[in-house]
């Protein structure tokens, strides 16, 4: 009997060894679940983040660079013995959100390093810094954020924050992690994949507190980290200054753009704000302040802001005309107020003096003449071939379609096709007479500030344009190559001259408010009706009238008729620019003082 | 040469050499693992730095051999005549340890003697051996009551009551272990069929609702009754068994979710569904469980493993050191260990099955006992068999009182077992 109770402990002592090596056999043979959880147990892979590529103006003012600041964290296991009283003193917690973070730090994890207060600056840091030796458990990790030498320009250099979740999800190369900063708009976003330089990783071993115990595979995967391209902006900071002192207290945008290479040297949008609002810790109270305030500053005017152009249109209108053939150069027609309410007097009128007195008449006719060439004896029919040729003009003037400046989001603007009417009078149902009033830039038309400024461009320059660009230089490679595409009209040079004669009238007849003393300016005035309120005051301009150096349209809501606020500003602009400082200090008071806000 | 052998048999006897060497091989294992452990390839400390468990370690294993030789030394008969007074001077320390032990890590089961610290529960174990194989090799004993065990039961408790006071339940289990060497002796098998049962029920009242339990034993007993004979007495012990265990089932319940204390619960928890707080209470079963897996088939090579030197797995030099036996010796060397083990117990069986005095029958059956809960319970909970009982691997995890309390238990058995020949059959 004994010696079978021995068998039975003796089969206990081999079953629960079966029973062992089996399981083991398990863990350690078959199921692999435990190996790879195990690499990511020890393997930790450290980003380096490189810095930031930074923006300087086209003087080399650096206007965004990086700023260092420190996230404290702490590890909840090692922070014991701590007098948490004298630790929220130290650090500037309040004992009752010390508590908060406390838990939420324990519930993430009792051994791993939660964010308890992020990014202090250089100087809150150094209060602090002599500290930490008393605590353990409390870290520093060093990030940088984005600093700003100059408040300006806020909307074209845009801001960098944590990568939305659907970019993250958009991110099919993986590239972004959660957390990670990327540009949220401007150039910022535009430029992201340059700024943003390359990230290094080392893969390393930790224990299980994250120390790093030493390099995992002899460091073979590890990569160094590339700062990101500095690039070199087209703006001219003190016109930009300059621009956005002028703006002050208006709602519009201003862009100036030099003609010869499409490069722009000043881009207001306003109001604007001041960038650094949106750096760092800051980002997160101002930007919902910023959604919110009812003047929209976040709204970059110039690229995102369509409008209908008015009567600096009608330059463009001229040139068509020219080009069609159904007007000469000096060729005088009789215009009366007939077709369309004019401020022009009646009387003859050639290219030029239509210009000058931006005869509405005058431009409704050739505009009506351009349409219908008499291709088809029917009128509609004849009116929709011509509709469609005035059309393809207009898109080689960059209008009804995205210039391609280099921020996001710029907008279309609208130039109206034969379809577009199609649907709203019906198959030919509509003749010239039904769509004159595009003649003078009002109705369906809808034109970006950017797309004006490039109109003084391309006129400036005798019929071709650069694609309007921000940035000049990435890195010592110049600008991107789109840029460097000169896009023609098409339209003899000739006809340019005529028009530009008619533009330096202007400004010596009609808008003597950029009237400048031996200073040659050429520009068109325009003045938009606003059903809602006081007309859009507009004025696009070019200077010198020889050889220019820079174009520009300031568009100004609510500012009233052409002749006031827009013109005085544009007038401003190129002469500081041309010249380096302004000779009418009265102008520059005026535009000050008046307040266009409503 | 009669007279050498003489001699040699009155120091060493007839020493089961085998059952030496597998000892040594324990210990060996553990000491090489026990530097593994917190090897740190950047400081390059030698195995035998003594700033490192290592060397303390070896040390320790240094006073062994002295031990070892120690009672190799004392006359056989020491044992035999002085089982209740080494009992009772085990009893007072554990008596002492309560009222001027200091408590570490919340259990008051440390005895400071300048910088020396003993845990005088492992010493217990030896002694209560000692004090139930005298007991029961007493000759007015009839092994085939049950009285004899119920008052040999007694010896037990005592060391487990105490033991359970200085707040070491773990320690305390191993002494039920016990009741294996007294079924040895005659002690009905129930005592091992009962605790399974009542185990197994356990289990699944705390891995199923209480109500599916219940009708799952409802649902065994209509069956067993409508099998067998259908004797009055059978169907009333089926039914008195069944709302027993009933009972067990709804008891467990409320004992773990409603008196268990949170840290208790926890362990239970974590046993239970390990992978439901992984970083909380079932941190230690998930981490050791992810070192020894992912050991593979060879392991990662002496000295190359990461969980456990990089922390990941708690306490893995003491309770946790099989972790590094499978994490860096993979399948291999983790059922080799294993297997070593039920070696050296099926040897220490055998020793104890070619006695002729009962004495020391059931001494190397308490000894068998008392290694194989052990080695049941710490392999079982580091692979997730078992819930986490903070009990060593004997002979293998680091700690003095430890290998010394077992150096005593075996070789104590091994020096009986020399002079088994000379050994008074009873």
Redesign the interface.
């Known amino acids: 009997m004994n010696n079978s109770r021995r068998i039975v402990i003796q089969l206990l002592i081999a079953s629960v060894a079966i029973l062992f090596c089996s399981k083991l056999f398990y863990m350690q043979v078959i199921d692999d679940d435990y190996k790879s959880a195990a690499q990511n147990n020890v393997m930790k892979r450290f980003v380096s983040y490189p810095f930031r590529g930074m923006i300087s103006d086209r003087n080399n003012h650096l206007m965004v660079y990086n700023d260092p600041v420190y996230d404290i964290k702490i590890v909840p296991k090692e922070f014991k013995n701590v007098d948490t009283a004298a630790f929220c003193q130290r650090f500037d917690i309040p004992h009752k959100d010390f508590d908060k973070l406390w838990k939420k730090a324990r519930r993430y994890s009792w051994v791993k390093a939660s964010t308890l207060k992020k990014q202090l600056t250089k100087e809150e840091f150094a209060e602090i810094e002599s500290y930490l030796i008393d605590f353990p458990g409390v870290y520093v990790s060093p990030r940088t954020v984005r600093g700003y030498n100059y408040k300006s320009a806020a909307n074209a250099l845009g801001y960098i924050g944590e990568i939305p979740p659907r970019q993250l999800k958009k991110d099919t190369l993986k590239y972004y992690r959660e957390g990670d900063y990327v540009g949220r708009s401007g150039l910022e976003s535009y430029y992201e994949e340059y700024l943003r330089g390359q990230r290094g990783a080392s893969y390393k071993m930790v224990n299980v507190r994250g120390v790093v115990k030493g390099s995992f595979q002899g460091g073979e995967y590890d990569t160094l980290s590339v700062p990101g391209k500095n690039l070199t902006s087209t703006i001219d900071l003190d016109l930009q200054a300059y621009a956005e002192k002028l703006m002050k207290g208006k709602v519009g945008s201003l862009v100036a753009i030099e003609p010869s290479t499409g490069e722009i040297l000043a881009m207001v949008s306003a109001p604007d704000y001041d960038p650094g609002l949106l750096s760092g810790r800051l980002l997160g109270k101002n930007i919902g302040k910023l959604y919110g305030d009812s003047l929209k500053p976040l709204f970059n005017r110039p690229i995102m802001a369509a409008y209908p152009p008015g009567s600096i249109f009608k330059t463009l209108q001229a040139l068509v005309a020219l080009q069609e053939g159904v007007i000469r150069p000096g060729e005088k027609i009789y215009c009366d107020h007939k077709l369309i309410g004019d401020h022009a007097p009646i009387g003859l009128f050639d290219i030029q003096r239509a210009i000058k007195y931006s005869s509405n008449n005058f431009f409704v006719k050739v505009f009506k003449e351009v349409l219908n060439r008499g291709v088809d004896s029917n009128t509609f029919v004849d009116s929709r071939l011509g509709l469609d040729k005035w059309h393809s003009y207009m898109l080689r003037f960059g209008l009804g379609q995205r210039l391609g400046i280099d921020l996001p989001g710029e907008k279309k603007g609208y130039i109206p096709s034969s379809a577009f009417y199609d649907r709203y009078y019906g198959h030919n149902r509509w003749k010239a007479s039904n769509i004159q009033s595009l003649a003078i830039g009002q109705g369906e038309v809808l034109v970006t500030p950017i797309q004006m400024a490039n109109m003084g461009a391309l006129l400036a320059n005798r019929g071709y344009f650069y694609t309007p660009h921000l940035i000049k230089d990435v890195d010592g490679n110049g600008p991107l190559e789109k840029y460097t595409i000169k896009h023609e009209t098409n339209i003899d040079p000739a006809y340019y001259d005529e028009v530009i004669k008619g533009m330096e009238q202007v400004v010596q007849g009609t808008a003597t408010r950029a009237y400048i003393k031996d200073f040659p300016i050429a520009g068109k005035t325009g003045t938009v009706q606003n059903p809602h309120g006081p007309d859009h005051s507009v004025f696009m301009a070019f200077a010198p009238v020889e050889h220019p150096k820079i174009a520009v349209s300031v568009y100004v809501e609510n500012a009233g008729w052409g002749g006031r606020a827009a013109t005085a500003i544009s007038g401003l602009v190129l002469e500081k620019y041309v010249r380096g400082h302004i000779t009418r200090p009265w102008m520059e008071k005026y535009v000050l003082k008046g307040d266009f806000l409503y | 040469m009669e007279d050498q052998i003489q001699r040699k048999g009155r120091f060493l006897g007839n020493l089961d050499w085998l059952a030496v060497l597998l000892f040594f091989m324990l210990v060996f294992v553990g000491w090489l693992n026990i530097y593994a452990a917190v090897y740190?390839?950047?400081a390059h400390r030698s195995i035998f730095d003594l700033g490192l468990n290592s060397g303390k370690q070896l040390l320790w294993v240094g006073t062994t051999i002295v031990l070892v030789t120690g009672i190799l030394a004392v006359d056989f008969k020491f044992f035999d005549s002085f089982a209740y007074v080494i009992y009772g001077v085990v009893m007072l320390t554990l008596v002492i340890v309560l009222i001027f032990g200091r408590e570490v890590a919340g259990s008051k089961s440390w005895l400071e003697i300048g910088a020396f610290r003993l845990q005088p529960a492992e010493f217990a174990k030896f002694a209560t051996a000692l004090g139930v194989a005298k007991f029961l090799s007493s000759p007015s004993m009839k092994m085939d009551k049950l009285m004899t065990y119920v008052r040999a039961a007694m010896l037990i408790l005592l060391p487990m009551a105490l033991i359970v006071l200085q707040g070491d339940v773990g320690s305390a289990m191993v002494f039920l272990i016990l009741v294996?060497a007294f079924?040895?002796?005659?002690l009905t098998?129930l005592v091992?069929v009962i605790p399974t049962v009542i185990g197994a029920v356990s289990l699944l009242s705390l891995l199923y609702p209480v109500v599916a339990v219940t009708l799952g034993l409802l649902a065994v007993a209509v069956l067993i009754i409508a099998i067998g004979e259908k004797t009055k007495k059978r169907i009333a012990m089926v039914v008195v068994s069944l709302g027993f265990l009933c009972m067990v089932s709804v008891g467990v319940h409320y004992v773990v979710f409603n008196i268990f204390k949170p840290h208790q619960q926890g362990r239970v928890k974590a046993f239970i569904d390990p992978d439901g707080d992984p970083?909380?209470v079932g941190w230690n079963v998930t981490?050791a469980?992810?070192?020894?897996?992912?050991?593979?088939?060879w392991g990662k090579g002496f000295l190359h493993g990461?969980?456990t030197?990089?922390?990941?797995v708690p306490e893995q030099s003491t309770d946790f050191i099989f972790c590094t036996i499978?994490?860096e010796h993979?399948?291999v060397g983790?059922?080799g260990v294993?297997?070593l083990?039920?070696l050296f117990?099926?040897r220490l069986?055998f020793l104890a099955?070619r006695q002729k005095s009962r004495f020391v029958r059931v001494y190397g059956?308490c000894v068998?006992s008392i290694i194989?809960f052990h080695?049941?319970v710490n392999?079982?909970m580091t692979?997730g068999?078992f819930p986490v009982i903070g009990i060593p691997l004997p002979l293998v995890s680091y700690g003095g009182s430890s290998l010394w309390a077992f150096t005593m238990l075996i070789f104590i058995f091994i020096k009986l077992d020399a002079h088994r020949m000379q050994m008074m059959a009873r």
Request: no cysteine; net charge negative; charged share 20%.
């Open positions: 740190n390839e950047e294996l079924y040895r002796e005659g098998g091992l970083l909380g981490q469980k992810i070192a020894i897996g992912s050991g593979g088939f990461t969980q030197k990089f922390d990941f499978g994490e993979g399948w983790s059922a294993v297997l083990f039920a117990m099926f069986i099955e059956y068998v194989f080695w049941f392999v079982g692979i068999l």
